[in-house]
DNA sequence: CAGCTAAGTTAGGCGATCCTAAAATCAAAG
DNA sequence: CTTTGATTTTAGGATCGCCTAACTTAGCTG
């Protein structure tokens, strides 16, 4: 029964503790700025089912931080500062995924939720714990990186399978972890980090993929394959 | 990146979330009637260490959801559903504690803070999937008892080392588990759960006490006394 | 280059939680 | 029964994070 202080576990190696909030705004930011682009504001509202009005003034509570960059307009940068919190939290996240799934028997399709809410409550001390336990993991359960403690990160290539020719085979490296729904679904399918997956059609018009993975076939939209992340196949 | 929402992990069974400060609350009244009375303003606050007039309008929030009754005044004391939810916030916090000894290796005297955090962001789920890899646990690791997933507790009885009659052999029940210096202090003295001390000499006006432990002698002050629970030896 | 649209910001609010200072109430003692 | 001191509440603010509505800006388009 501490009480009186903020959200965040530890200050985090230099500087105050964020709150909840600011740690998924700087997630979110992140995640857009992965394609290259400085964040725009609905961008940074929609991933966070937020009203945009909202963001104008979080994103300028950030910058008073030294977190982000914010010219009006212009969409917003994470500083080095602002990217180094983002990792943190990433990696939090991600280690807590994967612990929860290889040390307490969790299904990949509900770590997510859990993990969204820990990952502001646990200290560094606890991440760093469970990594150990499970033997220091180098992606989630989805196939996400996980950054190290230092804050580097092996970002996955941005190939899907809606990308890949037909008659290619390739690896099923990562998939999109939000959707309880459709990670069961892709788990029945076997599409999951590690499968090798052979494209063997693509019908017209954006139509369904049918894939052969193993002895099975299946036909999936192409939305669908645009989740499953895809690396070129050993040989 | 759900966003949006509250604090806890889920309705909880029977209402919609708790705020983490709200939960604090009722852990602190819970505590404080386990003394028998009416939990008063100035407890509250001193507990959770926050000004009294602040205490007021929380209490008022935590009446009009039904969780105290309260009279100007008077103090509160915890409706039915107010002792749920208390209770349930316990368990977290104590499987919580128990599973950061027993599952990843925490010294006893660094799971409160951490604790005190994941409670609040920890599902029912989690919990009871804790519990049951370290094989549901009665007391936490100061030897705290923790309810049952239906909310039920049997409370530590409260003979206190202090009380102990000069020459009796008592068995540690349980200690005071906040102050992580004190439960050091208390581990190198071998005073923890499960330890038969025998109160050897009590010096006059309040002065320390002597104790046995095992092969060891050891003095301590009668306010440290005071922090250990103790029940009569079995024989 | 004027005008339109989409994107972004400002204005004004709300609820939660905390604070300090001042007023009210209770209770104990004379 | 009154005084007094301790407890509690009210009053008035602050911050954070979110919302809606209204206004502004950027930048494309004709």
Chains 1, 2 share one sequence.
């Not at 989805?142 to 092996?154: D, F, L, N, V, Y």
């Amino acid at each position: 029964m501490t009480g009186r202080k903020r959200n965040a576990a530890k200050p985090a190696p230099g500087g105050e503790p964020l709150t909840a909030p600011a740690e998924d705004y700087l997630k979110a930011i992140y995640a857009i700025e992965l394609d290259g682009v400085a964040a725009a504001t609905n961008d940074i509202a929609q991933r966070l089912a937020i009203a945009p009005a909202s963001v104008s003034g979080m994103v300028q509570r950030l910058a008073d931080h030294g977190l982000v960059e914010y010219e009006r307009y212009r969409g917003v940068r994470l500083t080095d500062q602002g990217r180094r919190a983002a990792l943190r939290t990433l990696r939090r996240h991600r280690v807590i995924e994967a612990y929860l799934v290889r040390a307490l028997g969790y299904g990949w399709d509900r770590v997510h939720d859990e993990a969204e809410r820990l990952e502001h409550a646990a200290s560094d001390e606890l991440i760093d714990r469970m990594a150990e336990v499970i033997g220091e993991p180098v992606t989630d359960p989805h196939g996400a990186p996980i950054p190290t403690r230092e804050g580097k990160i092996a970002e996955t290539p941005r190939w899907t399978l809606a990308d890949a020719a037909v008659g290619s085979t390739t690896l099923v490296v990562r998939v999109s972890d939000e959707d309880p729904g459709m990670l069961r679904y892709l788990d029945s399918l076997g599409l999951k980090p590690g499968a090798e997956v052979t494209l063997t059609e693509r019908a017209p018009f954006d139509g369904p993929l049918t894939l052969a993975i193993g002895q099975a076939t299946c036909r999936v939209g192409s939305s669908l394959a645009a989740r499953v992340l895809v690396a070129p196949a050993r040989d």
